[in-house]
C-alpha cells in the first residue's frame, strides 16, 4: 500500500515530513496538554439545582489537572 501525503499547498511531500510537519510549524512553542470533558445535561433543562451541580462537579475535575499540565 501506497501512502501519499501533500502540504496545505498540495504539494507531494514524504511520510516523513508529513508526520513532523506539526513540529515544525510549531517549533518554538511550548507543548501542552488539555483536559476535555463531555456531560449530558439535557435533563437538567428545569432543575436548577442539578445544574448547579453538575457544573460544581466539572469545575472540580477541571481544577484538579490544573496541577498536572503547569
Same mark, same amino acid.
Given at each position: 500500500m501506497s501512502v501519499s501525503c501533500k502540504d496545505a499547498d498540495g504539494n507531494a511531500i514524504s511520510e516523513e515530513e508529513y508526520e513532523s510537519a506539526a513540529d515544525n510549524y510549531f517549533s518554538g512553542w511550548q507543548k501542552s496538554e488539555i483536559h476535555l470533558g463531555w456531560q449530558d445535561v439535557s &435533563? *437538567? @433543562?428545569?432543575d436548577? #439545582? &442539578? @445544574? @448547579?451541580? !453538575? *457544573? #460544581? !462537579?466539572? *469545575?472540580n475535575v477541571y481544577s484538579s489537572h490544573l496541577g498536572e499540565s503547569g
Amino acid at each position: 500500500m501506497s501512502v501519499s501525503c501533500k502540504d496545505a499547498d498540495g504539494n507531494a511531500i514524504s511520510e516523513e515530513e508529513y508526520e513532523s510537519a506539526a513540529d515544525n510549524y510549531f517549533s518554538g512553542w511550548q507543548k501542552s496538554e488539555i483536559h476535555l470533558g463531555w456531560q449530558d445535561v439535557s &435533563g *437538567l @433543562a428545569d432543575d436548577t #439545582e &442539578g @445544574a @448547579a451541580a !453538575q *457544573l #460544581e !462537579q466539572s *469545575l472540580n475535575v477541571y481544577s484538579s489537572h490544573l496541577g498536572e499540565s503547569g
